[in-house]
């Protein structure tokens, strides 16, 4: 019989690559930056200067023109060395909207600055305070004033907007009670933050149970030229939309690297740690945990390289994105969980880096969608279940 040999890993070099930018910024690099609540400014400096952040911007605009599967990879490997893609994922999953929706002028204006890393995409607009998960009753507003929109509301956990020069805002333009559908009435809004803070636009960060620099926003008639406007007026819930399978895709690589990571850890602690005068990991109670959330991880993977490829095919992959976020997301707090009861007392330590690690990958059964909502899409959308709300 011949052997199964596997396949040459495609993206060998690209992993190798991200891998070796991430040993310059260990362990010590995250937990340091995690104590003092500060962003990873020269991590994400030498991101965008080896082009990594570029990834998706088209070459004609000077990005490298890859796709998400290569995107995923790079944000997977970013959490599989300890460190947290969470600092600069936006960029990537506000992308399609841009390249989708965007008006020529505004393509050739921003994305070869985004590219060349002059300018940051790494703000993103959409929750709100009072309505949450019901995207479509936000209610953030432009009105339309001549050739401005004057933009009232706020917006909450919007991360990194202290990060980033330009923010993809979503405002109703429409009053809810003019629309038949209410998706309808939605749009999207380029802001360069640079001119609007101060002006209107006021950030306040939001202290949270990990390093995430995210904020809230509040918009006090804040003026925005109309060619801010991305694709048509009322059609921007269809554009958001359109965007959340990269992102979740993208989310479930970055929990399939911090699984891996745990994985590691706990393996290589099970294997060291001798209690009762044997290592720990040789007690089927501490071994059987560990090998249930490999497989978890693994499982969640596939299901994370499907979903990426259809999408890099222009397939539709509404369910395997949304599979493969829950998937992901569940086991790497899993993972999480059995990492911090293999290290006992020490899995509290901050010096080990696993409670930071739990801390972190907790976030990715709330944001960017919570689990029910996936469960609610799959119900409904997948199953043909009635709709819940
Ligand atoms: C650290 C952090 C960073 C974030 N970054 C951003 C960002 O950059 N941009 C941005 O726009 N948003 C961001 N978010 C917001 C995030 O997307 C929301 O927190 C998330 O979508 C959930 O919304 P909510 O917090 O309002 O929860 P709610 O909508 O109030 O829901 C609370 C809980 O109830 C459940 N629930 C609600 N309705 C139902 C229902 N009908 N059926 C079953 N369960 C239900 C939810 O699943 C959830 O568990 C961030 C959040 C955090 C915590």
Redesign the pocket.
Known sequence: MIPHVPAADPHQELRAGVRALCKNYSDPYWRELDARRAYPDAFVKALTEAGYLAALIPEEFGGSGLGVTEASIILEEINRSGGNSGACH?QMYTMGTLLRHGSDSQKREYLPKIAAGELRLQ?????EPTT???TTQLKTTAVRKGDKYVIRGQ?I???RAEYSDLLLLIVRTTPIAEVKKRSEGLSVLLVDMRQAVGNGLTIRPIR?MMN?A?TELFFDDLEVPVDTLVGEEGKGFRYLIDGLNAERILIAAECVGDGRWFIERATKYAKDRVVFGRPIGQNQGVQFPIARTHVNVEAADLMRIRAAELFDRGEACGAEANMAKLLAADASWEAANVTVQTFGGFGFAEEYDVERKFRETK?YQ????????IL?YIGEHVLGLPR??
Do not use: E, Q, R
Request: hydrophobic residues 40%.
């Open positions: 936006a703000a993103f607009g959409v929750s949450g998960s019901d917006k956990w919007i991360s949270t995430h995210t976030l709330v944001a960017p969608i919570s689990t029910n909502m609610t819940s709300y």
